[in-house]
C-alpha cells in the first residue's frame, strides 16, 4: 500500500525567510502525481503545486518550488519570500493512476510565519 | 472555469437526527467526487468516491451513504448521526483523467 509521511507536524520561518518542508512517499509504481495543498485558517483546501513522475524537472509555481527525488522517494517544497498569508497547514499528496483516482494524504505540517 | 459548492456552511445537529450534505460542481462534465472527512484539523480521511452517475465507491465502513443522482451532484448522507460524525467534511472534484482534486468550501458538523 502506498503511504505518505510528513516528518514535520509544526515549523515557523519569519517574515521574507525561505521555508522548506519535506515528505517522504512509499510506492512501487512507477507513474504518479504528487501534490503539495495549502489549508489555510480558513480550512479551504487549495492546490499549490504538482508534479508528474515522469518529469525530471522539477515543479515551480512562483514563490513555491518542489525538490522532487524519484530515487529517493521525497517530495519537498520550498516557500520562497515567506508571507504572513502563507501561514496554514500545507499537505504532501499522492495520486496512483490505477486506484481509482484516489488521493493519498500525508498528516501535514502546520507552517507559521511569523512578522 | 469550474466552481464547486458546498452548502450548509456549519450545521449543528443533535444525536440521532438524520444528515444530508450537498456538493454540485459547475463548469465541467463527468467528473469524478469525492466526501472526505477531516477532524481536528489533520488529515483528510477520504469517505466516498463516484467515477459516474449511482456508482459509489466507500473507502470506510460507517454511519454515513453517499448518492450521486446527477452528474455534477454528490450528497452524503445519514439516518441517524453519531457523536463521532462531528468533524470538517470537505467535497472534491477531479477531471476523469487528471490526479489533481478542487475542493470546496466545506462544511463544519457538530453533532450533540
Known amino acids: 500500500a502506498q503511504t505518505v509521511t510528513q516528518s514535520q507536524p509544526e515549523m515557523s520561518v519569519q517574515e521574507a525567510e525561505t521555508v522548506t518542508l519535506s515528505c517522504t512517499y512509499d510506492t512501487s509504481e512507477n507513474n504518479y502525481y504528487l501534490f503539495w495543498y495549502k489549508q489555510p485558517p480558513s480550512r479551504q483546501m487549495i492546490l499549490v503545486i504538482r508534479?508528474?513522475?515522469?518529469?525530471?524537472q522539477n515543479a515551480t509555481e512562483n514563490r513555491f518550488s518542489v525538490n522532487f527525488q524519484k530515487a529517493a522517494k521525497s517530495f519537498s517544497l520550498k516557500i520562497s519570500d515567506s508571507q504572513l498569508g502563507d501561514t496554514a497547514m500545507y499537505f504532501c499528496a499522492f495520486f496512483l493512476y490505477n486506484q481509482g483516482g484516489k488521493l493519498i494524504f500525508g498528516q501535514g505540517t502546520e507552517l507559521s510565519v511569523k512578522p | 472555469s469550474q466552481t464547486i459548492h458546498q452548502w450548509p456552511a456549519t450545521l449543528v445537529q443533535p444525536v440521532g437526527s438524520p444528515l444530508s450534505l450537498e456538493c454540485t460542481v459547475e463548469g465541467t462534465s463527468n467528473p469524478n467526487l469525492y466526501w472526505y472527512r477531516q477532524a481536528a484539523g489533520r488529515g483528510l480521511q477520504l469517505l466516498f468516491y463516484s467515477v459516474g452517475i449511482g456508482q459509489i465507491s466507500s473507502e470506510v465502513p460507517q454511519n454515513l451513504s453517499a448518492s450521486r443522482p446527477q452528474d455534477r451532484q454528490f450528497i452524503l448522507s445519514s439516518k441517524k448521526l453519531l457523536l463521532s460524525d462531528s468533524g470538517f467534511y470537505l467535497c472534491?472534484?477531479?477531471?476523469?483523467?487528471?490526479?489533481?482534486?478542487?475542493f470546496g468550501p466545506g462544511t463544519r458538523l457538530t453533532v450533540t
Open positions: 508534479q508528474e513522475a515522469y518529469k525530471q
Open positions: 472534491a472534484w477531479s477531471p476523469p483523467s487528471l490526479g489533481e482534486q478542487y
